[in-house]
């Protein structure tokens, strides 16, 4: 028995080790590579120790200005499209959860059918509506897609939190004269935090990172910085894989700090409503 329980231990061990060099590899691939010179990237044999030169980054920051611009755009329309996710998901999810009907559950799952949908399908046709309105090449229209293409999750994630929520003190409130706004944003609200932060970590991941909704639907003023990079990497000078690299990590780090830290909140929504109490 003890034997078999050593090698079972050694299996999970191999797993997790395995599990996450495939995940961390690329990243540190390319955090190491932002800091060595250029001939020394793609040296056979691999040369790991090496004085970090930090010239890549001030190349970054003189001849591409336009990436920087990009990141504050990804930091606008993440913020926009986070906010506006969160108001919808947590109004839609109340009435969820304090309401039932046989077409209010048609509903929810009609929300969890959109959302499998692939993006592509519904970008295209999008497309001359979007211009029709003038809204090409704004912050707004990526605000919209990003917000709506989780508004779906979103309203699912916090009808899950908001029913952890007794029913009796909407009722208490209730009496003492509340609406349901006002029960709903300084009674519920508070108590499913952890729901709103869950939604907040997801639609940031997302709108953060996301490429074929900029790609489409901005051309120079609300470019994003994954929009940035994909230009590098097709510039008519070639790819310099030092910049890029450099730029690679500059885009990663924020939401990658912000993931470490937010890590429990993503767990709970992950898990939300896999156990009752």
Known sequence: MRTERLLIGAGKALAVIAILSWSLFPILFIAMSSLKPGQDIFAVPPKWLLAPTFKHYAELWRS???????????LLITVGATLLAIVASACAGYVYSRNS????????????????????????????????????????VLILLYATFFVSLGTVLMRTFMDQIPRELDEAASIDGASRMTILRKVIMPLAMPGVLAVAVFVIVFSWNEFLFAFIFTATKAKTAPLVISEMIGSIDGVDWGILFAAATVQLVPVLVFVVFMNRYLVAGLTAGSTKG
């Open 64 to 74: 591409w200005g336009v990436f920087f611009e990009g990141l504050l755009n990804s």
């Open 101 to 140: 009907g046989r077409w209010l559950g048609a509903s929810l799952l009609g929300l969890i059918i959109i959302r499998l949908i692939p993006p592509i399908v519904v970008t295209l046709p999008l497309f001359p509506i979007v211009n029709a309105l003038g809204l090409s090449d704004t912050h707004l």
